[in-house]
């Protein structure tokens, strides 16, 4: 069974810090790009950050860059998003998805062949 889980999710004040981390198994891990979208009330499921299946290339949305830094660990299986600067707008549903086959753009929902449940994490002002 392919399986994806979010944790870290939770409750922080405007300028604070969360770690999201994605534990995958049921996949060959380390031959998949890893990709974090997020879906806030009333809005589209939007692209966040997304890395290369070696780590060496990082994808970020305009509204996160500076901010949120995207990482992996292939030994343990796991995608990380480290969430710096938080802004009450960045409360949405989180999830995780992995490409299990060559693409060349990162960016869409249909680039991405399993995902998580997700994980909520939101901004108070």
């Known amino acids: 069974q392919v399986q994806l889980v979010e944790s870290g999710g939770g409750l922080v004040q405007a300028g604070g810090s969360l770690r999201l981390s994605c534990a995958a198994s049921?996949?060959?891990?380390?031959?998949?790009?890893m990709g974090w979208f997020r879906q806030a009330p009333g809005k589209e499921r939007e692209f966040v950050a997304g890395?290369?299946?070696?780590?060496?290339?990082?994808y970020y949305a305009d509204s996160v860059k500076g901010r949120f830094t995207i990482s992996r660990d292939n030994a343990k299986n796991t995608a990380v998003l480290q969430m710096n600067s938080l802004k009450p707008e960045d409360t949405a549903i989180f999830y995780c998805?992995?490409?299990?086959?060559?693409?060349?753009?990162?960016?869409?929902?249909?680039?991405?062949?399993?995902w998580g449940q997700g994980t909520q994490v939101t901004v108070s002002s």
């Open positions: 998805a992995a490409q299990t086959r060559p693409r060349i753009r990162v960016r869409s929902e249909d680039d991405y062949d399993y």
């Open positions: 049921g996949i060959t891990f380390s031959r998949c790009a």
């Open positions: 890395i290369s299946w070696n780590g060496g290339i990082t």
